[in-house]
């Protein structure tokens, strides 16, 4: 080979290197995005088997992996006469935060996983 001819051949791998590691990227990108993705989804199916738990008593809910949950979410602290006061829409939006979402208009429906939210307690004082 002669030497031009090698290093027009070392710009074409380069190249074909610098594409790769490009589409190396956006895979990593999807990869993550997939996998927050799956995390928050476990996450809202666990709520959602305490929640059903909860609402049907006794009835043990299996998780995919066949382990029985027997947790039980918090009930409201003291706020029965307040809900019953202020009417059905507080009541379903207290009960919403209490079962682990978000109420405010930040984060509306995501779910809550670090504890409780500024925002939303605060919706709920007024």
Not at 24 to 53: A, D, H, S, T
Not at 100 to 109: A, E, L, S, W
């Amino acid at each position: 080979m002669k030497k031009k001819d090698i290093f027009t051949h070392m710009q074409e791998l380069e190249g074909q290197m610098e594409s790769i590691h490009g589409e190396l990227g956006l895979l990593k990108l999807e990869v993550k995005k997939l996998v927050e993705e799956n995390q928050q989804l476990l996450l809202e199916n666990e709520q959602l088997r305490k929640i059903l738990k909860r609402d049907h008593g006794d009835a043990r809910v299996d998780s995919p992996s066949g382990e029985k949950h027997s947790e039980q979410l918090p009930s409201p602290e003291g706020k029965e006469e307040a809900i019953d006061i202020v009417g059905e829409g507080y009541d379903n939006l207290a009960r919403l935060y209490h079962e682990g979402f978000h109420i405010c208009n930040v984060y509306y429906g995501h779910l809550r996983t670090e504890g409780d939210c500024l925002f939303c307690l605060s919706f709920l004082n007024k």
